[in-house]
């Protein structure tokens, strides 16, 4: 089946630093992603729809200076968190949408971010 | 905007059923989800139904969808203690919008 990877898994960083978060479909390719954001005990929010080689779409409240999505290729797309501060610590889901093998959207194993 | 609401807590018996219940407003929606995630770990999808059927079952799983009332339920029967985690229901329309998640039901289930 179609797998999504995400890498770092987990990763703390210091208050005012930048960190990158790659999101890669492994067998397929995924002209779509998005990224989501989850809290604790809160249920998934989406921050941004990412689309192959275009601006990604981001939702009302979302800093898109803060949040830099890149989609630059079939494969690969990135989230970089800039200047981070403790409120942004959080759960990120980024998740690509398949058209083959079936018409699903396949999530990746999330990476946690703590911001010191 | 669309909306999907859900019960935040269930708890079971070991070995009976769960049943976790799940409303939306779009009347759009096309294909309904039900999601697991355990402690720490990403989504696992669980199952789907297309808004054209009435039930889905898949061994222990039965989802039931009532389209008029735009009700979706997920029933997990011989509920185990590995099967406690947080439950979510999503929805989308068509095409590659993104899903709308519910905001999740935790299950525990007791020994």
């Known amino acids: 089946g179609a797998v999504v990877s995400q890498h770092p898994s987990w990763v703390i960083c210091k208050s005012g630093t930048s960190v990158k978060i790659e999101c890669r479909s492994l067998?397929?390719?995924?002209?779509?992603m998005f990224w989501y954001r989850q809290f604790p005990k809160q249920s998934l929010m989406l921050m941004a729809t990412s689309n192959e080689g275009s601006k990604a779409t981001y939702e009302q409240g979302v800093e898109k200076d803060k949040f830099l999505i890149n989609h630059a290729s079939l494969t690969l797309s990135t989230l970089t968190v800039t200047s981070a501060h403790p409120e942004d610590s959080s759960f990120y889901i980024c998740?690509?949408?398949?058209?083959?093998?079936?018409?699903?959207?396949?999530f990746g194993p999330g990476t946690r971010l703590t911001v010191t | 905007g669309e909306d999907v609401e859900q019960s935040l807590f269930l708890s079971v018996r070991e070995g009976d059923s769960s049943v976790i219940n799940c409303t939306y407003t779009?009347?759009?929606?096309?294909?309904l989800y039900w999601y697991k995630q355990e402690p720490g770990a990403g989504l696992q999808l669980l199952t789907y139904i297309f808004s054209n059927m009435d039930m889905k079952q898949d061994q222990r799983l039965t989802v039931l969808l009532n389209k008029k009332d735009k009700h979706l339920s997920l029933r997990i029967a011989d509920t185990q203690t590995g099967d406690s985690a947080i439950y979510f229901c999503a929805e989308k329309s068509a095409g590659n919008t993104p899903l709308v998640f519910g905001k999740g039901t935790r299950l525990s289930v007791i020994a």
């Open positions: 067998d397929f390719q995924a002209t779509t």
């Open positions: 779009d009347s759009s929606s096309t294909y």
């Open positions: 998740s690509a949408y398949a058209l083959a093998p079936a018409y699903e959207q396949y």
